[in-house]
């Protein structure tokens, strides 16, 4: 299998990016990040990613429509021979557009188990959770088709819900098993095992 190429999308931390880059820089994933593209500028993604001497781009969505904002995105991706769109905290809805460009090779991770809180972002999934009394939460990687958290699921990963876990707590728990199931699923991929 040769080398799979990914590009990352992003608009916070990149704490799962950051577990794809170990695992490549470890040599336990035969992987290269093409480019990581945030449409915040000050996101903490592009700075882990600088830090691996990664290429990076800043697109600004101010005063566009998501169609426009997700054409000037594949514009610079497809300067890359791209296999993989991984969505890591990019907090935007794809257009089908988009979608279509890339069918069935786009990557999100959601902090739940899905069905359950789809459509739900970042704190208020790991509130929920804790609000409606869930005794099991984890996270699910899928790929990413026209609805909202409603693509093939490839993978889920549970943890306990404690009776004195927090959002925050959540989050961490939830975290460490995206980390660990992003590195899973694209071994997957690269040995065509998807």
Known sequence: MATLHLAILGSTMGTDMQA???AIEKK???AKIDIVISNKPDAYILERAKKHNLKTLFIDNKNKTREEFDEE???ELKKYPIDLIILIGYMRILSPAFVRAFPNRILNVHPSLLPAFAGGMDMNVHEKVIKTGMKETGCTIHLVDEGVDTGKILM????SVEPNDTA???KIKVQKLE???FVEVLKKFENNNV
């Open 20 to 22: 794809i880059i170990d």
């Open 28 to 30: 336990e994933l035969d």
């Open 73 to 75: 995105v594949l514009v």
């Open 156 to 159: 889920q990963k549970k943890c």
């Open 168 to 170: 925050e707590t959540l």
């Open 179 to 181: 980390r660990e199931a």
